[in-house]
Nanobody, 121 residues
Framework: QVQLVESGGRVVQAGDSLRLSCAAS????????MGWFRQAPGKAREFVSA????????YYADSVKGRFTISRDNAKNTVYLQMNSLKPEDTAVYFC??????????????WGQGTQVTVSS
């Protein structure tokens, strides 16, 4: 069992940077693929980024590629999402997720409660 707690969400202006954190407890995350998803009001939840436990391979949605960076610190059981050049369309609740096994952009076993990111224009 893995518990995930996101933090770092807040209101920022377009062009700003923000770093989200996801703290995991219950079991070390070193053997999990960790992902970030987001859900904007009235829209379905969408994949943002993931980092595999295999060689820390990273994956990004086209909409955030080049602006967002995912990383993990297994010693701290924490995953980060560095978000640069934020746009109003990045406004959403951001969720951290974990899955056993290799990369996936939609099939995760554990989810956090989410943290709100609001980007004002």
């Amino acid at each position: 069992q893995v518990q995930l707690v996101e933090s770092g969400g807040r209101v920022v202006q377009a062009g700003d940077s923000l770093r989200l954190s996801c703290a995991a407890s219950g079991r070390g995350i070193s053997v999990y693929t960790m992902g970030w998803f987001r859900q904007a009001p009235g829209k379905a939840r969408e994949f943002v980024s993931a980092i595999s436990w295999i060689r820390d391979n990273t994956y990004y949605a086209d909409s955030v590629k080049g602006r967002f960076t995912i990383s993990r610190d297994n010693a701290k059981n924490t995953v980060y999402l560095q978000m640069n050049s934020l746009k109003p369309e990045d406004t959403a609740v951001y969720f951290c997720a974990a899955r056993r096994g290799a990369y996936s952009n939609n099939d995760y076993d554990y989810w956090g409660q989410g943290t709100q990111v609001t980007v004002s224009s």
